[in-house]
């Protein structure tokens, strides 16, 4: 039976006891409630007795459930159903990622079992891991926090994310993570070919932004590392009672490239309305509520990674406005075809497509 309406940001989901039958319209794995519990219990050590499985119903790109069991309490992504992009959904590389960090000084969850396409019982590929009984924030604001707590969650951010960006990658198990050659460039291209494939017809904005990037692409400065490719406040899970970070989440956009794509991705939100679905800084007084200036932001993260300064920064910036557009886009090309793992927020998302080519475009003109 579906719940709803407690909070439809945070707590949206569809609830199957074990005496019912996980159909695919009921949880959206396609395999009954009993073949997934022997599953696990045979490919997870101590896994036992498998009980109520809940679909969160945030997050538009991988299903994600919250399984209880006897033995403890887990999390399962898995690919969704339908016809898919190509590249897309690779909850393995989610996987292969956040094992190959556990014992970093980047936090994640910890990793139990992947599933493969060619193993899994629901013919998707998932993976399971420990739950964490942190606490995630939707508004960027923060207004659940005081002050203090505020500045010390945006410093904790910009800390792991520089943490991260200083993983060596080769130490890790991660050396062939990502192509050689300027990530920008091949990223631009990607992300170019799936936005063409997601909609009917272009967005002049669109096609001026990707025509624009190509004309202003840095040249290649060697820089690599290993990048989120999401990094953003609601795909962090902080500590119940600490601004301390529990385990960064969302890794399926991560690869080997460039550290500003990450940086700038994360300094979008400054710039967005804090309205909506898609809430973001602009409009609000930052300095009272102890939120760092996207200036102070940026500088902080450069102090932290020893740099001297940051080149090309609107380059950087319509990039990451170029590439959430991209991926909101295929959410909506998804909710079309009745694939969205939440529908209704992956039509808003796609609403909103339009406004953000226009923010990109206002970055190009103004060269801030």
């Known amino acids: 039976m579906a719940r709803t309406g407690v909070n439809r940001r945070v707590a949206i989901f569809a609830w199957v006891s074990p005496n019912d039958v996980m159909d695919e319209a009921a949880i959206g794995l396609g395999i009954s409630h009993a ?9 997870i ?56 960090l556990a014992g970093t000084d980047v936090p994640v969850p910890q990793m139990l079992h992947l ?3 060619d193993v899994s019982p629901s013919g998707r590929a998932f993976f399971v891991m420990r739950f964490m009984g942190g606490k995630i924030y939707w508004d960027p604001a923060l207004p659940e926090v005081d002050q203090p707590t ?38 631009l291209d990607r992300w170019g070919k799936q936005y063409l494939a997601s909609v009917d017809t272009p967005d002049p904005l669109m096609t001026g932004i990707m025509d624009w990037l190509a004309a202003k692409m840095p040249e290649d400065d060697g820089q690599i590392a290993l990048v989120h490719g999401d990094w953003r406040l609601d795909n962090i899970m902080f500590r119940a009672d600490t601004p301390q970070i529990e385990g960064v989440l969302d890794w399926e956009l991560s690869t080997l490239g460039h550290p500003m794509a990450d940086l700038a991705y994360q300094c979008m939100q400054w710039r967005l309305p804090n309205q909506g ?29 020893g740099l001297a300064d940051v080149q090309d920064w609107p380059f950087y910036l319509v990039f990451a406005f170029f590439r959430l557009v991209s991926i909101l886009a295929g959410v909506a090309a998804r909710a079309a075809a009745g694939n969205a793992s939440n529908p209704e927020m992956a039509r808003k998302y796609g609403a909103a497509v339009p406004a953000l080519a226009a923010m990109a475009t206002a970055v190009m003109q103004d060269g801030a």
Do not use: C
């Not at 073949?35 to 490919?43: I, K, S």
């Not at 679905?277 to 102890?290: E, K, S």
């Open 277 to 305: 679905d898609m809430r973001g800084l602009a409009g609000i007084d930052r300095a009272a509520l102890g939120i760092p200036s996207e200036a102070d932001y940026v500088a902080s993260y450069a102090r932290r990674r």
């Open 150 to 187: 505020r500045t010390a969650m945006y410093d904790a951010m910009n800390a792991a994310l520089a943490a991260l960006h200083d993983v060596d990658v080769g130490a890790v198990g991660l050396a062939d993570y990502g192509k050689p050659g300027n990530y920008f460039a091949r990223q």
């Open 115 to 117: 599933a493969g396409d």
């Open 45 to 100: 050590e101590g896994f036992t007795a498998l009980g109520a499985v809940t679909k969160f119903g945030t997050g538009q790109s991988n299903p994600t459930y919250k399984l209880e069991a006897e033995s403890g309490t887990y999390v399962l992504r898995s690919k969704p159903s339908g016809k898919l992009l190509p590249s897309a959904h690779a909850v393995d590389r989610e996987f292969r990622v956040m094992q190959a």
């Open 35 to 43: 073949a997934l519990g022997a599953y696990l219990e045979d490919a």
